[in-house]
Every structure is written in structure tokens, then in C-alpha cells.
């Protein structure tokens, strides 16, 4: 079971190193956060890289296991 402690909308390109940490995935840092997610988005999205809109609003979820 999860507890939200905080929900908050971020364009994609103000996404802070810490946020990329707390999300805990890769090796945690910003560079694997934005590289990782901006396939994710491009292949959901069916767009290609080039397309991709850097000021995209990414909706950030804050939690804990409880």
C-alpha cells in the first residue's frame, strides 16, 4: 500500500536531480531520468526525438510505502 505525500505538475525540462534521485531508478541521476523517460514518452506518444517538446508538463507523483 502506498501513501501520495505530494503530486506536482513540472515541465519536463525543470525536472531537478533530486526528484530524478527520489525516483531511485538507473543509476538515479538527471542525464539517465531524461533519457530513459524521454523514450518512454516519444515511443507512448508514437513521435519521433526530434519532435519531442522539452517544456512537456510531467506530472510528479511524491509517495511512500506504508
Given at each position: 500500500m502506498i501513501q501520495i505525500e505530494k503530486i506536482e505538475c513540472t515541465p519536463y525540462n525543470k525536472i531537478t536531480p533530486?526528484?530524478?534521485q527520489i525516483e531511485g531508478?538507473?543509476?538515479q541521476s538527471l542525464t539517465y531520468w531524461k533519457k530513459v523517460h524521454k523514450a518512454y514518452y516519444c515511443r507512448e506518444q508514437n513521435i519521433p526525438e526530434t519532435e519531442f517538446d522539452e517544456?512537456?508538463?510531467i506530472v510528479c507523483e511524491y509517495f511512500k510505502c506504508i
Open positions: 533530486e526528484f530524478a531508478e538507473g543509476d517544456n512537456m508538463m
